[in-house]
């Protein structure tokens, strides 16, 4: 069975997984498509949902930027925020975990083709410091519902790995980058041997330019807190679009960050239905009798959510590519039209 079948054949089962879960959540009426459909009427809140959505990719859009800036590739800001809408949209058209970072990669890789490795590592740092940053806020959330948390053996639980998966997440951060030039040299040793061993060994060199500008990580983890705040806000405005009871600020601090990592795990695409189950379960265990309020807020925002990256097909369309080889100065200076 070749590689694309069984790409395809995955996707088909998660496609049919997803749907599955949201048809069954629909039918034991935890999730009520009327009172997701009337939570649209309320347009000047829908719009304003929108708005802060594209404020989160321009913060997302800033923090790849700096990374890129790091390492001397001159990507322009308004390109950069362009290409993580084309990253977004193929994470729609192509569903998956990583298919918008192999677009972002192989744009980034055409402005520099002798660096595409160190290309591919700012996207892969990008993501790192971007759940560090979620971790960061579900810890602080955790610290701040201690009471609530205690409460609960499930939130208990919960809480503890959030916790555990910072430390272990900014201890990675730290020796990966500190120890970047032992592992760069340990990996020359079988570069010639093994393909993948080379692109590994500049992907590590990258690191090492990061150990030269550590504020530059720091930065990167400060920058998404925003966005991350931005989010749980946004859930917190959803619920209020479904006729949720108000809630406490504090809890979606907890509970919009560990539904959002479940989303990450690539078991179907866009965490759709899995997104729905998480909120489900945590909303219930925080504040009783609020789950099914939270499985419609989370659909209302994963919808529009959907919707502003679907509006990525007019950056794609707008691209223009920068040829390296062209010395021309229209060329060097070609930007994207946002």
Not at 72 to 94: D, H, K, N, P, Q
Not at 291 to 300: E, I, L, R, Y
């Amino acid at each position: 069975m070749s590689r694309n079948v069984r790409n395809a054949l995955s996707l088909i089962a998660k496609l049919i997984f997803a749907a599955g879960v949201i048809y069954w959540m629909n039918a034991s009426g935890k999730l009520d498509f009327h009172v997701v459909g009337r939570a649209f009427q309320q347009w000047p809140t829908a719009l304003f949902l929108l708005f802060t959505m594209y404020l989160q990719i321009a913060i997302i859009s800033w923090r790849w930027n700096v990374l890129n800036g790091a390492l001397g590739f001159g990507i322009r800001y308004v390109e950069a925020f362009s290409l993580s809408m084309i990253g977004l949209l193929f994470t729609v058209v192509i569903p998956g975990s990583v298919g918008g970072d192999v677009i972002k990669a192989y744009y980034v890789g055409m402005r520099v083709p002798n660096r595409r490795a160190h290309a591919f590592t700012t996207i892969l740092m990008d993501r790192y410091l971007g759940m560090l940053s979620l971790l960061t806020v579900g810890a602080l959330g955790a610290v701040w519902n201690y009471r609530v948390v205690l409460a609960s053996k499930v939130m208990t639980s919960l809480a503890t790995v959030v916790v555990l998966a910072f430390l272990g997440f900014s201890l990675s951060l730290v020796i990966g980058v500190f120890f970047s030039k032992q592992v760069t040299g340990l990996l020359r040793r079988f570069e010639h041997r093994v393909a993948p061993v080379r692109h590994a060994a500049k992907m590590c060199e990258a690191l090492e330019e990061f150990r030269a500008k550590p504020w530059v990580l720091l930065l990167g983890v400060l920058m998404s807190l925003p966005s991350h705040l931005i989010a749980c806000l946004g859930m917190h405005i959803a619920m209020g679009m479904v006729g949720a009871p108000d809630l406490p600020m504090e809890r979606f601090l907890l509970a919009v960050p560990l539904g959002l990592i479940t989303t990450v795990i690539p078991i179907t695409p866009g965490g759709v239905g899995i997104g729905q189950v998480a909120f489900l379960k945590l909303f219930d265990s925080l504040a009783p009798g609020t789950g099914q309020s939270a499985v419609n807020a989370f659909t209302v925002y994963q919808t529009l959510q959907l919707a502003v990256y679907l509006t990525g097909f007019v950056n794609y369309l707008s691209h223009r590519k920068v040829d390296p080889t062209d010395p021309t100065p229209q060329a060097q200076a070609a930007e994207v039209t946002v």
